[in-house]
């Protein structure tokens, strides 16, 4: 009885959180570990489902440099990074798209309609729901020297996003599942950090949350204590600092731009922990960090 009281304050718990966020629209990049062991991806599975009953509006982003990787291992492709990102020839996009289209977006698709969902999905190209152009980096030269333009080949950013395509979707009772591939001007297909698209299309929406699942606690600070949250302003001091440092900047920088667009708070949590989702959204401490305005 104890144990069924227990569980009776957790959903008395969850009441304003699904008062506040009904109707609502949150944006999650699923990546990383939750994508890959099969307890994890189930509990995802199960958390999306519930968001869509109680009357949340989830749309997932999804990730797949692993199995990305693997494929390219297998067709003897090698991979090239520079600061981090794949280096996209017309080969290699074909892979890519063939990945992330073809095998993980309706892996993660079958994975939610199995389990009492009706999910839907896309990428990019579909309805021109995300239109790109090419990524330019730049390279710093020696002092009063112009920096160099590094070629990442068909590496792309996002430039719109056709909002008309979820809601059309949303208004009949889908889940959005969306792979990472835009498409250009010119027709052709390009390949864009999830993290990137979760926070265009999360500003597009003007989504009451964003969530970026990681394999990380979330922000750490310089003691590598858990940042629970932080302003814009506190967070570029932190990379300034140097204590934001590597893979985790651009997610930071992600969230400062959705915040900034309209985005309600935006979130960093640990993907390896199940029913993460559910615990950042439905109690009072949540996990891991968020940024806010």
Known sequence: MKTAVEKAKVLIESLPYIKNFANKTVVIKYGGHAMVDDALKRSFALDIILLKYIGINPVIVHGGGPQINEFLKKMNIQSNYVQGMRVTDGETMDVVEMVLVGKVNKEIVS??????????????????LVKAKKMKIMKSQLKDAPPEIIDLGRVGEVTTVNSDVLETLDAKGFIPVIAPVGVGEDGQSYNINADLVAGAIASQLKAEKLVLLTDVAGILDKDKNLIPTMTCAQAEEQIEAGIIVGGMIPKVRCCMDAVKAG???????DGRLEHSVLLEIFTRQGIGSEVVA
């Open 111 to 128: 994975l939610i309609n199995h389990h009492g969902g009706k999910a839907v999905g896309l990428s990019g190209r579909d309805g021109d």
């Open 263 to 269: 985005v309600g708070k935006a979130h960093i949590i």
